[in-house]
């Protein structure tokens, strides 16, 4: 099979879905890999790198698609400023595609894709299963989101992280208040940790907290629910009466923290709030909050997507694609995390994914015309969107 590998065009999106290291092993498969010149550039891998490795330029992208059997992207295809085509018309009739895709807010991609008839798999849905880890690429770039988001919070904090003890003086340590012990929030403790702070966390899955002490941070105590997750292992979206209680609990530590990360997400719903506006007021001046969530509503009150909003001396960072800003380590592991579920769709020889399969039922968003995932489905039709049904493959 050709996999063809475009430049991303989004503004401020620097990963790239394949890095020269692993266009060998996909060769050894029998793959050809084609690449958009320029492509890996902003993730330190130059048009010479990819050559070396035995791929082929495409300087013409429109040439790249007609050639490709499956393509490799990172983020959802989006519009092209300035010129007639749009990502998804791009991807020729009956190509397979593999990246991530947010079916939910990409409902014009969807149905692009299933009149086309492109077989889609989407990151977002690989099952959170044991067989799978290599190729969960949300927790992958969740591990890169938790550990920016300390160092954003640490750079705008007037002050440093570690206990001093100088000639000056003592210095005490910063605080930080973890929200959310997921992926990026345990990662963002070790980080915090690491840097020398004093890091305390909160989460509603009774099964994290000794996940949170293992890492040397304290754990918020509160009457925990005991179905506060999915059988994936997310989030669920729990009571109004619980969220109180939790904002409650939040709201107690708050007058003493420097710093809070956020970042508390329900899969395919707004993030909950866990910090309101009033519940602003009582941080100290100087204090930062930096939001995960963001691209998913926040999980405070002031948070704005992409922007950074001051209140009463508190700083809210509305983070996002925060992985776009580590790009070389970013798309290292993303492009590990896409080959390895490539050669599990197609192993080696296949010319069509065994839908028997969990991984591949997981995942596949579209196929021959059809919107195969039930989810995807169901939520599109609530939305009065186009979504034929798909049949057993």
Same mark, same amino acid.
């Not at 070396?52 to 400023?81: E, H, M, N, T």
């Given at each position: 099979m050709n996999i063809g590998i475009p430049r991303e065009i989004q503004a401020g999106e620097t990963r790239v879905a394949l890095l020269p290291a692993m266009v060998a092993p996909l060769k050894r498969d029998g793959h050809a890999?084609?690449?958009?010149?320029?492509?890996?550039?902003?993730?330190?891998?130059?048009?010479?790198?990819?050559?070396?490795?035995?791929?082929?330029?495409?300087?013409?992208?429109?040439? @790249?698609? +007609?050639? %490709?059997?499956?393509?490799?992207?990172?983020?959802?295809?989006?519009?092209?400023?300035? $010129? !007639?085509?749009?990502?998804a018309d791009l991807v020729k009739r009956g190509t397979a595609y593999v990246g991530f895709l947010s079916p939910l807010a990409n409902a014009q991609v969807i149905h692009t894709f299933v009149k086309n008839k492109v077989t889609s798999f989407s990151m977002e849905y690989v099952p959170r299963i044991t067989r799978a880890q290599s190729m969960d690429a949300l927790s992958s770039m969740a591990t890169i989101a938790g550990y920016k988001a300390v160092l954003i919070a640490a750079d705008r904090l007037g002050k440093i992280f570690p206990l001093l003890m100088t000639a000056a003086g003592t210095v005490p340590p910063s605080s930080v208040l973890i929200l959310g012990a997921g992926v990026a929030g @345990?990662? +963002?403790? %070790?980080?915090?940790?690491?840097?020398?702070?004093?890091?305390?966390?909160?989460?509603? $899955? !009774?099964?994290?907290?000794?996940?949170?002490?293992?890492?040397?941070?304290?754990?918020?105590?509160?009457?925990?629910?005991?179905?506060a997750e999915t059988a994936g292992g997310y989030a669920?979206?729990?009571?109004?009466?619980?969220?109180?209680?939790?904002?409650?609990?939040?709201?107690?530590?708050?007058?003493?923290?420097?710093?809070?990360?956020?970042?508390?997400?329900?899969?395919?719903?707004?993030?909950?709030?866990?910090?309101?506006?009033?519940?602003?007021?009582?941080?100290?001046?100087?204090?930062?909050?930096?939001?995960?969530?963001?691209?998913q509503g926040g999980n405070c009150e002031l948070t704005r997507a992409g922007t950074t909003v001051q209140k009463g001396g508190v700083t809210i960072v509305g983070a996002v694609n925060l992985p776009a800003t580590i790009p070389v380590h970013a798309s290292q592991m993303y492009a590990k995390n896409v080959t390895n579920l490539f050669q599990a769709l197609y192993p080696k020889g296949a010319t069509a994914p065994a839908f028997?399969?969990?991984?591949?039922?997981?995942?596949?968003?579209?196929?021959?015309?059809?919107?195969?995932?039930?989810?995807?489905?169901?939520?599109?039709?609530?939305k009065g969107k186009p979504a034929k049904k798909g049949m057993k493959k």
């Open positions: 890999v084609l690449v958009e010149s320029g492509a890996g550039t902003s993730a330190g891998a130059s048009d010479n790198d990819y050559k070396k490795a035995g791929a082929q330029i495409v300087k013409d992208v429109r040439k @790249l698609y +007609a050639q %490709a059997d499956v393509i490799f992207k990172v983020l959802p295809p989006g519009p092209r400023k300035g $010129r !007639p085509n749009h990502e @345990l990662q +963002a403790i %070790a980080t915090a940790k690491r840097l020398g702070a004093k890091v305390e966390a909160f989460d509603p $899955r !009774p099964a994290v907290k000794e996940q949170v002490k293992s890492l040397g941070a304290a754990f918020l105590e509160m009457e925990l629910p005991e179905d669920k979206e729990l009571s109004a009466e619980f969220l109180k209680k939790e904002q409650e609990t939040i709201a107690e530590r708050l007058p003493k923290v420097d710093i809070v990360i956020s970042t508390a997400q329900v899969f395919g719903k707004r993030s909950p709030v866990l910090i309101t506006a009033k519940m602003v007021e009582l941080m100290m001046p100087g204090s930062i909050i930096v939001d995960l969530a963001a691209e028997d399969d969990e991984v591949t039922q997981g995942c596949c968003i579209t196929h021959e015309g059809a919107i195969q995932n039930e989810a995807v489905r169901s939520a599109l039709l609530k």
